[in-house]
């Protein structure tokens, strides 16, 4: 037999026998969550119950929309996840109905009670538990996260690539800013005497500060992270900017206005009295980002010409 021949028939003898090479196994994903547990999967998880809005909307931004098989009861967005089933909400859960669902993975958040991942191991189901982020850059290592439970690793870094872009052109833009507004946001106005506003540690307080504003808390010396204000404190600070979080559930600029000692402020007298979308404050997701620049294009719209 020829060198030629040999040569041949090695290479079809190489050829069939990849042929019948087994298939590559997947590898287990192994992740620690926010509780210091860790969580085992077999492969990316294709049947996910999210159970806070954040959730949902990472879920839905690194393209794993299609494997949401259920959501809380105030997740709704992206408009197509109101399609999904309800499950309740962080108060109440409804265990038996997640159940007969047949999750392969139950993702949580800080919003959650931490005691129900307890409940959902003893009824035999996956659960990650998805600390709140502090920072911008913590929201993009939680986008990771979910991208590796789910299979979406290289979406996840072209959008992480993309809101960090994003981030940096508003950071560029606010170096060149002449001034620091402060700027009153506020969360709830049901007793208008005594409205909840944002506190240090809390993602309004950060968009703010990230947009080149100051937040009327830190003006005033306050510490928590969602107080209580009276309408004397405002009066007091006299903020550049009064933020209605709360338009959404029916606050209103002429009612802002009719607060007594509240017509004579800046930002009232200004006309700087302006409904914002809560959303985009408080759910610590990808629209963080879009929060930030809205955020920004208020305080200083002499920047975004």
């Given at each position: 037999?020829?060198?030629?021949?040999?040569?041949?028939?090695?290479?079809?003898?190489?050829?069939?026998?990849?042929?019948?090479?087994?298939?590559?196994?997947?590898?287990?994903?192994?992740?620690?969550?926010?509780?210091?547990?860790?969580?085992?999967?077999?492969?990316?998880?294709?049947?996910?119950?999210?159970?806070?809005?954040?959730?949902?909307?990472?879920?839905?931004?690194?393209?794993?929309?299609?494997?949401?098989?259920?959501?809380?009861?105030?997740?709704?967005?992206?408009?197509?996840?109101?399609?999904?089933?309800?499950?309740?909400?962080?108060?109440?859960?409804?265990?038996?109905?997640?159940?007969?669902?047949?999750?392969?993975?139950?993702?949580?958040?800080?919003?959650?009670?931490?005691?129900?991942?307890?409940?959902?191991?003893?009824?035999?189901?996956?659960?990650?538990?998805?600390?709140?982020?502090?920072?911008?850059?913590?929201?993009?290592?939680?986008?990771a996260i979910a991208?590796?439970?789910?299979?979406?690793?290289?979406?996840?870094?072209?959008?992480?690539?993309?809101?960090?872009?994003?981030?940096?052109?508003?950071?560029?833009?606010?170096?060149?800013?002449?001034?620091?507004?402060?700027?009153?946001?506020?969360?709830?106005?049901?007793?208008?005497?005594?409205?909840?506003?944002?506190?240090?540690?809390?993602?309004?307080?950060?968009?703010?500060?990230?947009?080149?504003?100051?937040?009327?808390?830190?003006?005033?010396?306050?510490?928590?992270?969602?107080?209580?204000?009276?309408?004397?404190?405002?009066?007091?600070?006299?903020?550049?900017?009064?933020?209605?979080?709360?338009?959404?559930?029916?606050?209103?600029?002429?009612?802002?206005?009719?607060?007594?000692?509240?017509?004579?402020?800046?930002?009232?007298?200004?006309?700087?009295?302006?409904?914002?979308?809560?959303?985009?404050?408080?759910?610590?997701?990808?629209r963080l980002v879009?929060?930030?620049?809205?955020?920004?294009?208020?305080?200083?719209?002499?920047?975004?010409?």
């Open positions: 037999m020829t060198r030629k021949l040999i040569v041949a028939f090695l290479l079809i003898a190489l050829l069939l026998s990849g042929c019948n090479t087994p298939a590559a196994t997947p590898q287990k994903l192994t992740l620690t969550d926010g509780l210091g547990r860790n969580v085992i999967l077999n492969q990316p998880a294709q049947r996910i119950i999210s159970l806070a809005p954040s959730n949902t909307e990472i879920l839905y931004a690194i393209g794993a929309g299609k494997q949401v098989i259920g959501r809380d009861d105030y997740s709704d967005y992206p408009a197509e996840v109101q399609s999904l089933p309800k499950l309740g909400d962080s108060n109440k859960i409804n265990f038996e109905q997640i159940v007969a669902l047949k999750p392969d993975l139950v993702l949580m958040a800080g919003i959650n009670n931490k005691e129900d991942v307890k409940k959902f191991e003893d009824l035999g189901l996956n659960v990650y538990y998805l600390n709140n982020p502090v920072t911008l850059e913590d929201m993009y290592a939680n986008l991208g590796s439970l789910t299979g979406h690793d290289a979406e996840v870094k072209k959008l992480v690539d993309s809101l960090k872009q994003r981030v940096a052109a508003v950071d560029e833009k606010i170096k060149t800013a002449s001034n620091k507004p402060v700027v009153y946001y506020e969360l709830d106005a049901t007793d208008p005497a005594k409205p909840y506003t944002i506190g240090p540690g809390t993602f309004g307080d950060l968009l703010i500060n990230r947009a080149g504003g100051v937040n009327l808390t830190t003006v005033a010396g306050i510490t928590d992270p969602y107080p209580a204000i009276s309408l004397e404190q405002v009066v007091k600070t006299d903020p550049d900017f009064i933020v209605l979080g709360d338009s959404m559930w029916g606050a209103t600029v002429d009612s802002v206005g009719q607060r007594p000692g509240w017509e004579k402020l800046k930002a009232v007298t200004n006309q700087e009295v302006v409904p914002f979308d809560d959303n985009l404050v408080s759910r610590p997701g990808p879009d929060g930030l620049e809205a955020m920004a294009k208020l305080i200083h719209p002499e920047l975004f010409k």
